[in-house]
């Protein structure tokens, strides 16, 4: 279960701001949320935080992991089990990371709108 509490020793944890709603009522949205914060900003110790807590939409960790440009976050919600390569190719553009947008079209994606 994620917590709010979670994070509280946190607060000194200065390498990228993050900054994630939490909802104790529902861990699994706030594990998700803090998922997709840190993908963006190639955070791998909130990642695995928030794969602890409950995270299961890898398809959103691999858009923000391609938008931010963190190919070790990427391959890290492949091994989980992203498969939306459309959507990760999207983010890429977005973030104008060509390197990522290539490797999403090596993929398979062919949508990138």
């Not at 909802?23 to 695995?48: I, K, R, V, Y």
């Not at 939409?57 to 931010?68: I, K, P, T, V």
């Amino acid at each position: 279960m994620f917590r709010q509490s979670d994070c509280e020793h946190l607060q000194s944890f200065s390498v990228t701001q993050v900054r994630v709603p939490v909802d104790d009522s529902d861990p699994t949205w706030s594990a998700n949320a803090l998922l997709e914060e840190s993908c963006f900003h190639g955070n791998m110790f909130l990642t695995n935080k928030a794969i602890t807590g409950g995270a299961t939409d890898w398809n959103s960790g691999l858009y923000n992991a391609c938008h931010g440009g963190h190919r070790d976050m990427a391959e890290l919600m492949i091994e989980k089990g992203a498969t939306d390569w459309d959507l990760g190719l999207n983010g890429a553009c977005r973030g104008n990371h060509r390197d990522m947008a290539e490797w999403m079209i090596e993929k398979g994606a062919t949508d990138w709108n």
